[in-house]
């Protein structure tokens, strides 16, 4: 077990709220998230999946305005393709659906492109976690959602034509595979969607009908073990479907299938506190997240086990540059050391900082009360 002391968690409070400054500095003017500032392969994009849970950490943390610009964003991609979802949806509804190409793209340019750069775009998850992440914020902040609310619609519209067809997972990876985690993010977008009250009867009825599919097809071919899997059918974990319990709350914590999930993640995938994404992980040669960990404190600090989730918080810490940056991920524990330089080679130094990274940290900080959400009246003179 690790010792806390109070002086740890000031230093812990400090890194996190470092974390809300820096990633404030480094919002676009129009909303948006980057990935990384300067990563070679991630610059000048913003990602749905990243910028959602980057604005849900905001949002937790009391950095209302900062969260709410991001929505706007999202809302604004999804208004500017109103006609590509309308014809994503006829297609669909006919039975002739549009390929894979044709689908929208997981990360767009601050000012709303697609870019000019190859990317494996069909991802559904991110089109669930940020309406979920909106509705959130919306409830802990007791705000409207009128401003957001045609993106939520559009994306409602989009997940019930495409929820089902397998595509790139978290990880842009196994485009052939139907990915929990992924199907966790669609449930809990829907499900939010559906109580809103900004859907039609119709609409919030088909909403909830899918997502009660996606969580029957999680149960009959989503599970092994008795833990949540990568994909349908497979046996392996995945760092990402820690998610799915916390803090998307699908999968309850508690439940049998909660604790059992938190104990597979924690025993094939952390070594000492750093969560790997998968066993056959090759990026960089296959690191330590701590986003990942950070999920993975989340789970347990929804299931009861603060002294676990400390820890897990700590080891991210442990991972700060010189320069007071988090990164994507770190190489003191290698799956596949083999092939780490053909990733340098290829891409350059690993993305720091990760926004992703700085956010799930400040968001199981906020969880643990070791940061302390910021009043308005501070973000205001912020
Ligand atoms: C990760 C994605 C992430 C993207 C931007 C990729 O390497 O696999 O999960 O969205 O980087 O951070």
Not at 15 to 44: D, K, N
Not at 292 to 306: I, N, P
Request: glycine share 8%; aromatic share 10%; with cysteine.
């Amino acid at each position: 077990m690790t010792i806390t002391t109070s002086s740890d968690l000031d230093q812990l409070a400090d890194l996190a709220a470092r974390s809300v400054a820096l990633i404030e500095s480094l919002q676009h003017a129009g909303g948006a998230y980057p990935a990384s500032p300067t990563f070679s392969a991630y610059q000048g994009y913003s990602w749905f999946r990243d910028g959602a849970f980057i604005a849900d950490g905001m949002s937790a943390a009391g950095a209302v305005e900062s969260a709410s610009r991001f929505f706007d964003w999202c809302s604004r991609m999804l208004d500017q393709r109103r006609d590509r979802i309308a014809e994503i949806v006829a297609a669909e509804a006919a039975g002739t659906p549009l390929p894979d190409d044709r689908m929208l793209a997981t990360r767009f340019t601050f000012d709303g492109d697609e870019g000019d750069d190859d990317w494996w775009d069909f991802q559904t998850d991110g089109y669930g976690t940020w309406v979920w992440a909106c509705i959130a914020h919306a409830e802990r902040h007791g705000l409207g959602l009128d401003r957001w609310a045609d993106g939520i619609r559009l994306s409602v519209d989009y997940l019930l034509a495409t929820w089902s067809r397998p595509c790139y997972d978290w990880w842009e990876e196994h485009a052939a595979e139907t990915h929990v985690s992924t199907l966790g993010c669609v449930i809990a977008g829907l499900e939010a969607a559906a109580r809103s009250g900004l859907l039609t009867a119709d609409s919030a009825a088909a909403a909830s009908s899918a997502a009660a599919s996606a969580r029957g097809l999680i149960a009959d071919r989503g599970t092994h073990d008795g833990h949540v899997s990568k994909w349908l059918g497979s046996t392996a974990v995945d760092g990402s479907l820690a998610a799915v319990i916390a803090p998307l709350g699908v999968v309850e914590a508690t439940s049998p299938l909660g604790l059992a999930s938190i104990r597979a993640i924690e025993t094939q995938l952390s070594v000492n506190g750093g969560v790997h994404r998968y066993l056959l992980d090759t990026f960089y040669g296959g690191g330590q997240w701590p986003l990942l960990s950070c999920f993975l404190g989340l789970a347990h600090a929804r299931a009861g086990d603060r002294d676990a989730a400390l820890h897990l918080l700590t080891w991210a810490s442990r991972t700060e540059t010189d320069e007071g940056f988090l990164p994507e991920q770190v190489p003191d524990h290698l799956l596949a050391p083999e092939r780490r330089d053909e990733w340098l080679e290829r891409w350059g130094p690993v993305a720091t900082p990760l926004l992703w990274s700085h956010a799930m940290f400040v968001r199981l900080a906020v969880e643990l009360d070791v940061l302390q959400p910021m009043t308005h009246s501070a973000e205001v003179s912020a």
